[in-house]
Nanobody, 119 residues
Framework: QVQLVESGGDLVQAGGSLRLSCAASGSISSINSMGWYRQAPGAQRELVAVISGGGSTNYADSVKGRFTLSRANAKNTVYLQMNSLKPEDTAVYYC?????????????WGQGTQVTVSS
């Protein structure tokens, strides 16, 4: 009953920008954190950026200064603004949401959205 919708992945040239969005809806009582992870083929999934319910953010060192994560609480939505994209940013990006549905904690992953950055 909790739905998670991701969008924004695309093919862009190095130096370009993309904006990813992740919207959570349904039987959500509270959200503790929302963020983005990414995984390239053959690589481990890694944290890109996460924002807590209190508004604090955490970024991977590789994206600091280039990516910005913001939150729209009313719609349980986060946006990842990605600027100055590099080929090494190429990966499938997955939204992650942690929270509670009533008394039950949840940890949901989106289906992933492909970001490809060409040289």
């Amino acid at each position: 009953q909790v739905q998670l919708v991701e969008s924004g992945g695309d093919l862009v040239q190095a130096g370009g920008s993309l904006r990813l969005s992740c919207a959570a809806s349904g039987s959500i009582s509270s959200i503790n954190s929302m963020g983005w992870y990414r995984q390239a083929p053959g690589a481990q999934r890694e944290l890109v950026a996460v924002i807590s319910g209190g508004g604090s953010t955490n970024y991977a060192d590789s994206v600091k200064g280039r990516f910005t994560l913001s939150r729209a609480n009313a719609k349980n939505t986060v946006y990842l603004q990605m600027n100055s994209l590099k080929p090494e940013d190429t990966a499938v990006y997955y939204c992650n949401v942690k929270g509670k549905s009533g008394p039950i904690g949840f940890d949901y992953w989106g289906q992933g959205t492909q970001v490809t950055v060409s040289s």
